[in-house]
């Protein structure tokens, strides 16, 4: 079975810098996609980035990127220009094509954002 | 409506009653998922529909937990005789497909349960 773990509880930032969000994850496929989700105090959990394993190129929305290491299966988020609004928690998740419906998501990583 | 909509957003039951969940997917998504978050913690899969079929009904927790989806369209979640350990956020996604981009969940704002 896929498992995603995020290893940073707790992040914090000073507005307008830079934090990276670490995910790893095993898996045994070789197609997959990854995704990472925003969950503000409002509970609506918000798709912030999505990336397929097959694509090289590094997924980016925005001020967001991601740092896609398909060998050592590390997928971690980059916030520029962090803004306060970015306080959220932070999950990762893995889907499988061959597991239509099912993402496995990640016990997620509480960033707060330091004016 | 123009995002998934879930009914109610809190509800407090004592132990032992049924409750049900609503979400109201996004018009013409024809995929629907549930999850469970427990507090501070990440989503445990459910159960996920696409149109009104259930292939995958392995995540729930017990027979005591039930999903049903009508008209490919609104869905209810059920938990019967219900616990303390059900206490949870549960929330509801809708995506367009099972395939491709398709499959990008679109999350309502949860129900928050409640059990004494």
């Known amino acids: 079975a896929q498992t995603v773990t995020q290893s940073q509880p707790e992040m914090s930032v000073q507005e307008a810098e830079t934090v990276t969000l670490s995910c790893t994850y095993d898996?045994?496929?070789?197609?997959?996609?990854l995704f990472w989700y925003k969950q503000p105090p409002s509970r609506q959990m918000i798709l912030v980035i999505r990336?397929?394993?097959?694509?090289?190129q590094n997924a980016t929305e925005n001020r967001f990127s991601v740092n896609f290491q398909k060998a050592a299966k590390s997928f971690s988020l980059k916030i520029s220009d962090s803004q306060l609004g970015d306080a959220a928690m932070y999950f990762c998740?893995?889907?499988?094509?061959?597991?239509?419906?099912?993402?496995?998501f990640g016990d997620g990583t509480t960033l707060t954002v330091k004016p | 409506g123009a995002g998934v909509s879930q009914s109610p957003s809190n509800k407090v039951t004592e132990k032992g009653k049924d409750v049900e969940l609503r979400c109201d997917p996004i018009?013409?998504?024809?995929?629907l998922y549930w999850y469970r978050q427990s507090l501070g913690q990440g989503l445990e899969f459910l159960i996920y529909?696409?149109?009104?079929?259930?292939?995958?009904k392995s995540g729930l927790p017990s027979d005591r937990f039930s999903a049903e989806r009508t008209g490919g369209s609104v869905s209810t979640l059920t938990i019967q005789r219900t616990q303390q350990e059900d206490s949870a956020v549960y929330l509801c996604?809708?995506?367009?497909?099972?395939?491709?981009?398709?499959?990008?969940?679109?999350f309502g704002p949860g129900t928050r349960l409640t059990v004494l």
């Open positions: 998740a893995y889907r499988s094509p061959g597991r239509a419906g099912k993402s496995t």
């Open positions: 990336q397929e394993a097959y694509k090289q």
């Open positions: 529909f696409q149109g009104n079929s259930a292939p995958d």
């Open positions: 898996t045994s496929e070789s197609d997959y996609y």
């Open positions: 018009s013409g998504h024809t995929a």
């Open positions: 996604a809708s995506s367009l497909g099972l395939a491709g981009v398709q499959d990008t969940q679109y």
